[in-house]
Each structure stands twice: as C-alpha cells, then as structure tokens.
C-alpha cells in the first residue's frame, strides 16, 4: 500500500511513511477535491492535463501529483528544478516518448519547485507539451503569473492549494499515532491541549505537524506506564518555533499587504495584528518603518499631518531603542496611522501632475513668475506685473501660476475629512476671490 516505504521505518521521516497514496486518504483541499469540484471530476474522468499546483509548504502539492498519476495509469517521472538541467529534462522527454510509442502509456512530468526553471528551461518544455508527450505537473510556493513565461501558462491550469485547517491536522496526527506505519508501535498518548498546540505550531503545514509529532514522540514521559506528549514536551519541542514567513515570498507580501490595507480601512486592530505578525515571522522593522512613512503620505496625507511625523518619529525611536523595545513604537504609529482620517487627494495629485509634466513638454514658465536680475531680463518683461502676495489682502494674489497650456488645471481636491476640510474651505474661499479678480 505504501510504495516507497522502506521496512526501516527509523530511517524514514514519519512524514514519508504516512504519505497516502490514494485520494480517501488525503487530507484538505476539498474545494478541488470534493464531490462534483473540478478537479476531482477530472481525476475520476481520467481527462488530465498540464498544471501547476500553488500553494504553501506541506499542503500536498507533490503527494496528490503522485496520486493522480497512479490514478490514472500514468507513468510518472519526478524532477526538482533545483538539481535538474535541460539535460535531465531531454532524458524525460525520451523516457516519455518511448513509454507513449511502445507501450501507449501517457508520461506525467512533474517539476517541483517549477518556479527555479530558468527562462531557456521552461522554454524546452513548450514543444513535448504541445504535441502532447509530456503532461506537465509543475508545483510551486510562488505565483505562478510572476515566476512562469506567458507561453508556459497558457498550457496549463493553475489550481491554488491552501493551508491545511487545525482540524484537519488533528485527524492527520491522530491517524499518524495509531497507523502501523506511524507511530503504533510506541503506543503513545497525546494530551489535548499538546494536540492543540503541536496543530497550531503546524500553521497549516502537514509535513510541520507530523515532523513536530515525531520529535514529541521521542520527548515522549512515561506517565502512569504510558508513553505521554504533554505540554511541557512540547515547550521542548516548539523552543524557536515561529509562524510562516518568507521575506521574499507571496506569504511576505500577502502580510504588507493586509497591513496597508488595514491601516488604510481605519481597522486598528487588524492593523496592529498584522503589524505583530510580521514582526513574529522575523520582517526586518525598517521595512515596516518605511511602509508606515508610505502610508502617511499616500492614505492620510493633509487630513492628518501629524501622521507623517508620527511615522518619522517611530522609526528614529526604533533607531534609538532597537530590537524588541523600539517596536512598541511602530506599534504606536500603527494604531495611530490607522486611527487618523484618511485621505489620498495629495497623493492622486501627485500622479495626475507628474503625468501632466511628463506628457507636455517643456512647458515655458510664465513670464510674470521668471526673476529677472539683470536689466537686459527686465527689459524682456521678466517678473513684469508680479504681484507680491504678502501685499494682497488675504496675502493671496489672484494670478495663475500654471502654464499657459495647462490653465485651470486642478490637481488636489481636498477631502471633507480631518484637517483638508479646512483647507478645502480655504481653497474655495480663495477661488471667490480669484473669480471676482477676473
């Protein structure tokens, strides 16, 4: 039942030995594989075809490769794109093309890690794909869209693997503990609040969790003659342990993303979650220090000036104070940033001006805003009629400022909201002004 188990079963990770090796027996992804879902009708249908499976570490991504391949009568060629070469995948298009002439059977090339194929490396599956030697299984943690040619894409499928759920893991680790091939030969107990903690160590992971279940095992105190996993074994264990992270991945984008977006919602407490998340997983808190300035400019802007400093001044604390006190003051800007009214009119000023300044030319500056500190530039009429605005009433001089081609432009638009509903009033209060001047 378990090809690739070896009989050594100390040899063999007991995340290797409870590999299943049919679909009744996978655990998660039930939105592709449940009753009538799609992937799982054509599975049962025998109609596979290129894709890619994305998701996180331990979610099943290389097992469920090999199951569908056993399914459906495939032969089935694994390769890592870590230590495979353009070599290595030629020896698999030849292995394909005989096992299709000779013997009629359809050839699964699985890649792992996919997304490490150089550019040229892709490009060589393109034509085995195509004249249908080959069925690409390709698995990746990364996007796919970013890290795969177009040309690649277009023939296969993408179906995205998500996180395995707490309660599916405790079925996993149960299973692990009384299966022959798992851990039924030590005849250990686990305490529910161990089984809780070794599930939520996982963070979805099932590899995570049984690994964890397999360290706890050996960690394992007789209690009343019974081999026991309890909390305090698996304090041992879970010493170091922190939360899925990559400061390169999709998981670390994911993360900034909800941040910005949280801050940018006026959720505080969501915003000082994720805030907290990333700094759990190890995010360098410069990085965050400079989203939190970003977020200032870009989401509150006028509304709150005091954001912007704010934001500054959390970063220089946390160059002050280091590591751990000085992320209690980016926390303060966090909440404080998400707490403030928003607004982007400077912001959406700003990309509506520089796309005027790019798109025009050089436009000449008027000739009554040019300075003119020689005699022969009076004479040519520079500064001619500029009116100084500390000598206006209100101090405002109803000029235009813009260039003649970009006359009556307005790029801020001040919002009703924090401090820009003053300036808002103030703006339209000197355009009454402009109007009558005119």
Request: net charge neutral; aromatic share 8%.
């Amino acid at each position: 039942m378990f090809d690739d188990i070896v009989n050594d079963h100390h040899s063999t990770p007991l995340a290797a030995r409870m590999r299943p090796t049919c679909l009744d027996e996978f655990i998660g992804q039930q939105h592709l594989l449940g009753e009538g879902k799609s992937l799982r009708i054509t599975i049962d249908a025998g109609l596979i075809h290129s894709l890619v499976f994305w998701g996180p570490p331990g979610v099943g991504k290389t097992t469920l490769a090999k199951i569908i391949a056993k399914q459906t009568k495939c032969h089935f060629i694994e390769l890592s794109a870590v230590m495979a070469g353009v070599k290595e995948l030629r020896a698999a298009v030849q292995e394909a093309e005989y096992m299709k002439q000779h013997s009629g059977v359809r050839t699964i090339v699985f890649v792992d890690e996919i997304h490490r194929f150089s550019k040229s490396q892709q490009d060589s599956l393109l034509a085995p794909m195509e004249s249908g030697i080959i069925i690409l299984f390709g698995a990746t943690t990364e996007n796919p869209s970013f890290e795969l040619n177009n040309a690649v894409l277009s023939r296969l499928r993408v179906y995205v693997l998500r996180s395995i759920e707490i309660d599916q893991l405790k079925v996993l680790a149960n299973r692990a503990l009384c299966h022959e091939h798992g851990l039924a030969n030590k005849k250990i107990q686990i305490t529910p609040e161990a089984l809780d903690l070794i599930c939520k160590a996982a963070d979805g992971d099932a590899r995570r969790c049984l690994t964890l279940l397999e360290i706890a095992s050996d960690l394992s105190r007789p209690i009343n003659n019974i081999n026991t996993i309890n909390i305090d074994v698996l304090n041992e264990v879970l010493q170091g342990q922190t939360n899925r992270y990559d400061n390169k991945g999709d998981i670390f984008y994911e993360q900034i993303s909800a941040l910005h977006k949280s801050v940018r919602g006026t959720d505080p407490d969501a915003a000082l979650y994720w805030f907290s998340r990333m700094i759990d997983g190890g995010c360098d808190p410069y990085y965050i220090a400079r989203r939190l300035i970003r977020m200032a400019s870009e989401d509150i802007g006028n509304a709150d000036p005091r954001g912007l400093q704010i934001a500054i001044d959390a970063t220089h604390a946390f160059e002050r104070l280091g590591s751990p006190e000085g992320e209690l003051a980016l926390a303060h800007a966090t909440v404080y940033l998400a707490c403030a009214p928003k607004s982007n009119a400077v912001y959406t000023a700003f990309k509506s001006s520089m796309h005027d300044a790019k798109s025009n030319g050089s436009l000449e500056v008027p000739i009554h805003l040019k300075n003119a500190p020689t005699k022969m530039m009076s004479e040519l009429g520079y500064g001619a009629n500029y009116r100084y605005a500390h000598n206006e009433k209100f101090a405002y001089a109803a000029e235009e400022y813009l260039p003649e081609a970009l006359k009556g432009s307005q790029y801020y638009i001040p919002t009703d909201r924090g401090l820009e509903k003053k300036i808002k009033e103030k703006l339209e209060f000197l355009k009454t002004l402009k109007k009558e001047k005119t």
